[in-house]
């Protein structure tokens, strides 16, 4: 899915617990790409998410694939595909559900704004 260097990949719920510990350590913003394989939607969003991650360094940006982690999933409550969670110090700020760039790219560059 795109050039995903500055977007780190979860494909274990210990990877995820130890982003989330990282990022609340160094008091970050974090932006969560639930996303599937399968889903079209996902991929279209694929390249803006990594682009923003590009741009936003001071964020983390992370993936995370709902069919390899179901019960990460499951928790989090992803009703739709795909979902762009926002997190600060563990806990959802905000959340985006849909294939909306424009909307994905405005709330983004807002929080990166509040966390310089």
């Known amino acids: 899915?795109?050039?995903q260097s500055y977007v780190k990949t979860c494909d274990s719920?210990?990877?995820w617990q130890q982003?989330?510990?990282?990022?609340?350590?160094?008091?970050?913003?974090?932006?969560?790409?639930?996303?599937?394989?399968?889903?079209?939607?996902c991929r279209f969003m694929a390249p803006?998410?990594?682009e923003l991650a590009r741009r936003y360094r001071?964020?983390?940006f992370l993936r995370v694939d709902v069919d390899q982690l179901k019960a990460l999933a499951s928790d989090m409550d992803i009703q739709g595909f795909p979902t762009f969670i926002f997190m600060?110090?563990?806990?959802?700020?905000d959340r985006l559900l849909g294939a909306n760039k424009e909307e994905l790219q405005r709330r983004v560059a807002l929080f990166a704004q509040q966390m310089n």
């Open 1 to 3: 899915m795109g050039d």
């Open 13 to 15: 719920i210990a990877a």
């Open 19 to 41: 982003r989330l510990l990282e990022a609340s350590s160094q008091s970050k913003l974090v932006v969560v790409d639930c996303t599937a394989g399968w889903c079209g939607p």
């Open 48 to 50: 803006c998410f990594d």
């Open 58 to 60: 001071h964020l983390l």
């Open 88 to 93: 600060k110090n563990g806990k959802e700020v």
